[in-house]
């Protein structure tokens, strides 16, 4: 799904066998996807409101609600069609929309924004719950496929056409996501959001692996990112680095000792980038260096800031500069070497993409073996707690007035000590000099 300029979206509400929807369930639909914000929604955006606001309107989405497909398959008819789960979304896929094509007359054109012949994504939102809030949906053999993922249709691509777009990516998920923090007629967007992210090609940025404390021995999941962030674990906005990522935003890069007033990046998409090679940054989001923002508890922050979502950490209660290290340099995935050309000098027939992962399992070339995490806060603290899974969303995480910054002083967040993962120094110190709601005033000096 692209990341900039506007664009229609098909959702496809799905009814399988023994789960009917409510009238009102699909009213819900339409409102949390295309909901005119809180006031529309009663609890937080909507999906098309997040991303207009998120993006600072370079990103508008429309979303067409499509009539309910009625399925004769039950829940667990529909996960034994195949062995992988997939499958069964993948097949809900095809079906529904052969049939609101050829009951609605739309060849879905509008839904291919960059005339490939295949559409850019769809909706499937199924009637059954999910399998963590429902103890009969839980108790299927394989419950897996009734949760929230988005995957793709990859063996029909071939069939690709631009007179009649057919299915590729698309995003799957319970009605009950809706309801995980409100209400009906009231309605809950996060877990859609987060997906959304995915549709455009983002990650997840908590750690699917577990690891233990050298110095307890206890095993746990690493949190990177510090939870607070939608892609992380669904609360707050997008971090910085992911809408640099997306095109969103354009940051301020050092070249030599500055002085720089930053506002709140929730007002303007205002951040600061510090290259790992200086002169030498390829001039994209996809390389290596350290962004910072000024984080504020205020606009797509404020809820998850003051309320906490289901199990997930609060957001930061304080203003603070958000302090991140990036590694999105990319991979040929096939060689496990970087590809250092942002203007993409590609290999037919290799696949490529961002090497580090803040999942270790899931990392690629050098990478996977240098413990490189893709987006990493920096603990103004110095603990680096959540190496180890603790510390999410504590406001001492953020650097505030009077604090400073070189890489030497927290060179254990760092896997080759007081350099980048390239081999890179900085030879930068970072004074924060005023830190508060308004603003950010910062100098950058040379060591």
């Known amino acids: 799904m692209p990341s900039l300029g506007q664009h229609s979206v098909l959702v496809l509400p ?10 009102s369930t699909l009213q819900d639909l339409a409102t949390v996807f295309n909901g005119a914000g809180v006031s529309a929604t009663g609890y937080y955006e909507s999906v098309a409101s ?19 497909y009625v399925s004769s398959y039950s829940p667990s008819a529909l996960y034994a069609l195949n062995s992988d789960p997939t499958d069964g979304a993948t097949s809900m896929l095809r079906s529904a929309l052969g049939a609101y094509k050829q009951t609605s ?11 490939d012949g295949l559409i850019d994504a769809t909706i499937l939102i199924y009637s059954c719950p999910d399998n963590s809030r429902d ?16 995957s793709w249709d990859y063996a029909k691509k071939s069939e690709a056409s631009t007179v009649s777009p057919i299915g590729n990516a698309y995003m799957w998920a319970s009605y009950d996501f809706m309801y995980i923090g409100a209400t009906s007629p ?35 999941h690493p949190s ?65 260096y350290l962004l910072l ?39 040929d995935w096939s060689s496990g070497a970087y590809e250092e050309d942002p203007a993409g000098t590609f290999i037919s027939g290799h696949f490529y993409g961002v090497g580090a992962n803040n999942t270790p399992s899931r990392r690629h070339g050098e990478a996977s073996s240098g413990n490189y995490d893709a987006i990493k806060l920096l603990q103004a603290d110095g603990t680096n707690s959540l190496s180890y899974g603790s510390g999410k969303g504590k406001n001492s995480n953020l650097f505030a007035s009077g604090s400073s910054f ?5 060179a254990s967040d760092f896997p080759k000590g007081a350099t980048f993962n390239d081999g890179e120094s900085l030879n930068y110190q970072i004074a924060f000099q005023s830190v508060d709601a308004a603003g950010v005033q910062l100098a950058v000096t040379a060591l």
């Open 406 to 410: 070189s890489i030497k002083t927290l």
């Open 14 to 23: 799905i009814e399988l066998s023994g789960y009917p929807f409510a009238d």
């Open 50 to 68: 997040f991303y207009a606001k998120s993006s600072y309107g370079a990103l508008n989405l429309s979303y067409t609600i499509a009539p309910k």
């Open 293 to 331: 923002e000024l984080y504020t508890p205020t606009s797509l922050n404020e809820l998850d800031a003051t309320t906490a979502y289901s199990y997930h950490p609060k957001g930061y209660t304080t203003p603070g500069v958000r302090l991140l290290h990036v590694d999105a340099r990319i991979v």
């Open 105 to 115: 007359g739309d060849t879905c054109s509008s839904f291919d924004s960059d005339s």
């Open 186 to 220: 009231h309605v809950d967007a996060h877990t859609y959001i987060h997906e959304s992210g995915h549709l455009m090609g983002l990650p997840d940025y908590y750690c699917y692996d577990t690891v233990s404390n050298p110095t307890t021995g206890k095993k746990s």
């Open 224 to 288: 990177p990112l510090g939870g607070v962030a939608m892609m992380d674990e669904n609360v707050s906005d997008h971090d910085i680095a992911t809408k640099f990522a997306l095109g969103w935003l354009h940051p301020y890069v050092v070249t030599g000792p500055c002085s720089l007033t930053l506002a709140p990046s929730e007002q303007n998409g205002d951040c600061l980038l510090l290259p790992a090679k200086g002169s030498r940054w390829n001039g994209s989001a996809f390389t290596e």
């Open 135 to 150: 103890s009969t949906i839980q108790s299927l053999d394989k419950a897996d496929l009734y949760w929230a993922y988005c």
